[in-house]
Antibody, heavy 120, light 113 residues
Framework: EVQLQQSGPELVKPGASMKISCKAS????????MNWVKQSHRKNLEWIGL????????RYNQKFKGKATLTVDKSSSTAYMELLSLTSEDSAVYYC?????????????WGQGTLVTVSA | DIVMSQSPSSLTVSVGEKITMNCKSS????????????LAWYQQKPGQSPKLLIY???TRESGVPDRFTGSGSGTDFTLTISSVKAEDLAVYYC?????????FGGGTKLEIK
């Protein structure tokens, strides 16, 4: 069974950085990209970017370049997203999601979401 | 970027009704080489992660009830629920995976009378 287990909620101060983890199980970690999606309080879904765990190649939504950094640890089948220089606009739920095929086909697998709250 | 527009933004219906919701993309999602539309539909219930219902515009994900049907091609797509159940209370999103960045529609909120 494919599972994506994300790290817990975070309360961070403005200007700080933080890292969310997404541990994958039940499939070949290097066979599929890992995607990250932001859902703000307005409920809109925004695709942040993806990483190919096989070779570490990343692709970012231009909007999130400089804000998010995607990495993986193949040895533990874990993907990470670091969020930089946080502001109130970064308060949201962040999801990791695995596509149906290596790169596309929609996202049948989602993590449970990580709530990030940016507040002094 | 491809802009995805959904309508209506909300819908209030009675159990048993048939409903349709629409998704329009700012450019065609039909890939000519394989004749596939690169569009997915998701259902998100309160407090849950999105759930994939439909991919390739009309392929139902395993385990999804057959009352959910996706249709359309090119730039205009529809999700139909043939007979709404109380458990279908959710927000429904469309998403294109034709070109980066992947983009989502703003959602249609389904409420039950």
């Amino acid at each position: 069974e494919v599972q994506l287990q994300q790290s817990g909620p975070e309360l961070v101060k403005p200007g700080a950085s933080m890292k969310i983890s997404c541990k994958a199980s039940g499939y070949s970690f290097t066979g599929y990209t890992m995607n990250w999606v932001k859902q703000s309080h307005r409920k809109n879904l925004e695709w942040i970017g993806l990483i190919n765990p096989y070779n570490g190649v990343t692709r970012y939504n231009q909007k999130f370049k400089g804000k998010a950094t995607l990495t993986v640890d193949k040895s533990s089948s874990t993907a990470y997203m670091e969020l930089l220089s946080l502001t109130s606009e970064d308060s949201a739920v962040y999801y990791c999601a695995r596509p149906y095929y290596a790169y596309d086909g929609g996202f049948p697998y989602w993590g449970q979401g990580t709530l990030v709250t940016v507040s002094a | 970027d491809i802009v995805m527009s959904q309508s209506p933004s909300s819908l209030t219906v009675s159990v048993g009704e048939k409903i349709t919701m629409n998704c329009k993309s700012s450019q065609s999602l039909l890939y000519s080489s394989n004749q596939k539309n690169y569009l997915a539909w998701y259902q998100q219930k309160p407090g849950q992660s999105p759930k994939l219902l439909i991919y390739w515009a009309s392929t139902r994900e395993s385990g999804v009830p057959d009352r959910f049907t996706g249709s359309g091609s090119g730039t205009d797509f529809t999700l139909t629920i043939s007979s709404v159940k109380a458990e279908d209370l959710a927000v429904y999103y469309c998403q294109q995976y034709y070109s980066y960045p992947w983009t989502f529609g703003g959602g249609t909120k389904l409420e039950i009378k």
